[in-house]
């Protein structure tokens, strides 16, 4: 029974110091502090049975107060442990909550430093880098007065300086460079109009020497026979003829040359191409008849195309040159083709054949003036540069393809519809 009194005791002793220690250990886990006071608990309620017990069988009423005691004791040690579990479980609570309101208050404020942080960096570093790439832009395209605004003192705006300066000395120097362009395009351009005058004025004594050189043999010739009171009534008609034929051809070139120099010298109006190309086919008839030859022509026209502005006797001369060059590269006959086309804003016209067609090599030289391969007096060379400045005149474009000797000749004429009137 001592024992049983002393191990009661040293419970109870347990149960207060766990009572005490209660107050001060706030980190101890629920979950374990309730299984060590079941633990108590229970031990208690076997020690309070057999207390009842030796109370039933002895009838000791010494026992009976540490019984009480006992009681007391779990009980107090239940109600201070459960106060202790609420206010840990409070507590931690509270520390949950303040744990969460920091967390995200945290993540608030990081967002709202980093969008203001995004923000200045894109106004002060990458808004400014796009304007400076835009101003490298400006001034590869030659543009030197674009700029944009930017006070700071920094790199930036010390690269922005140094590109507005950049641009300044670019501007001058472009400038200057042009002036001197000018002035050397200038000096080509007359260097060239003196080289093509030269080459004019010798096509001109070559084309002219010619006929001039017979009409002084023949006059010679007619005045000899007269100073030695010779007959020439054989020969007369004879040189008489060949005299007025190299005199028209002078008439000719004299005026074909005429027309050459005084090409602008007209007043545009509304045109119907294909009225004028039924009027240059006349003339191809005419050709045949005059010189005949096995040449078939292939016409692809159009019912109906738009006008355009121009001088129809221009035109129509383009038209008969053309034909003309075509059927006289048509030696032993052959084809000769036309075809009209009308796009959204060109009329085009193609006029090609299977003739004799030009050397590469001659290509580039079709536009001189007294250019020529043809024989010798079956044409003046002045057809093609005639037909080009009417052309040109007119805002038209021509180019002329050949892929050589004995592979015809296609040339291709693109009119505008869209031409302002042109007086000279």
Known sequence: RKLFIKDMEDKISIIKRLNSQSKNLKNIHIEWHEKRESEIVKSLQISIKRILYFLR??????????VYQALFYIKEFKEEDHKEIEQRILQSQIIHHQVALTFWGGIFLFLALSIAFIMLVQKNLILPILELKKMAGAIKEKNFTYSFQYQNQDEIGELKKSL???AGELKEFYQSL?????????LLVRSEKLASLGTLVAGIAHEINNPLATISICAE??????KEDKPFDKDREEYLSLILEETLRCKKITGDLLEFARYN???FEEVNLLALLEKALVFFEWMEKNEPKKVHLHSFLPKKIGPIQGEPNQLLQVFINLLKNAYD??????NIYIKVQELSKTIQVKIWDDGAGIEKENLPRIWDPFFT?????????LGLPITHTLLEGHGAQIEIESEGKGKGTMVKIVFPKEHKDKEG
């Open 329 to 334: 590269a048509l030696e032993e006959g052959g």
């Open 164 to 166: 507005e300066e950049m």
């Open 178 to 186: 042009e002036r001197k362009v000018q002035a050397q395009a200038q």
């Open 57 to 66: 069988e002895k009838k000791d009423r010494k026992i009976l107060p540490l």
């Open 265 to 267: 010298e007209v007043q």
């Open 373 to 381: 391969t043809k024989k010798v007096g079956h044409g003046t060379g």
């Open 221 to 226: 010739s007619l005045l000899k026979r007269g």
